[in-house]
């Protein structure tokens, strides 16, 4: 991971090297964070942060349901990413804001740790390799589920739930795959382990539903608004594991993975094995609005 000069901890902007927190904060033996990973992009019209209100809001939104209290307001937190950005002379960056528990008590109760709020950024290219916007990637189905609903809350996007991903993502590259995908508790397809799918048969766009253990993603809504404009029926709803082998155009979707295809499933060929015609469509559509800085949707906050 490249260094990058500064990072913005509890309101200032210090040296990376010093951004440190003690042995005994709560976040590191109970997984109590929250966080946002987010897009600048270096657009045509120049440096634009990808859904900067959406993320803040999602932000809230995960801390409200493990009852933290940021102690800043989402203004703050807005100028606090553009400044981090900003401070490191960033054109292009990945954006990672974190909401943690320090020190306080050890116990489980989580109420006597400190909340303390922490902004890094840094460079990173395709996540899920060289090429695989074009290419694609060949996943395999995980063995292990995501968490089922009412056990760890899929909407919050918490440090603790990426422990599920953590397993879900070292076996598929253990085997060899770029990504695993997890099935929900029912058995239907829900999610890989950091980003959203979308299915394509016979024209129409299928994803699973927001109950079925998934993080909502920015990319995924982006995704069925852009296919609906392009006049493509999307269809959030059931998929059985099935559906993924006979497939003609699987791709997933995430801030890092952005829009990825796959080309394999449990070594089933998807399609003609490479970007079928409607993720390519999809993913122009896409790529234009963060290159060019054109923003008909009003997605992009420029710095
Ligand atoms: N699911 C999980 C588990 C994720 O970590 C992510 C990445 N944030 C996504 C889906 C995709 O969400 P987004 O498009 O907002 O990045």
Redesign the pocket.
Known sequence: MNKSAKIWMNGELIDWIDAKIHILSHVVHYGSSTF??IRCYDTLKGSAVL?LDE?IK?LRDSSKIYRIEIPYSEKELKEAIIATIQANNFKVCYIRPLVYRGQGALGVNPHRASIEVAIATWEWGTYLGEDVLETGVDVRVSSWTRPAPNTLP?WA?AGG??LN?QLIKMEALMDDYAEGLALDVNGYVS??????IFVIRDGIIYTPMSGQS?????????VMHIAKQQGYEVRETLIPREALYVADEVFL?????EITPVRSIDKYPIGNEKRGPITEALQNEYLKIVQTGEDPYNWLTFL
């Open positions: 946002e990973g859904f993320h999602r899929s996007k739930n990426y991903s999610e890989g382990s950091g980003e959203n998934i993080l909502p993603g920015f990319t995924r809504h982006a979707t995430g801030t890092a993975a």
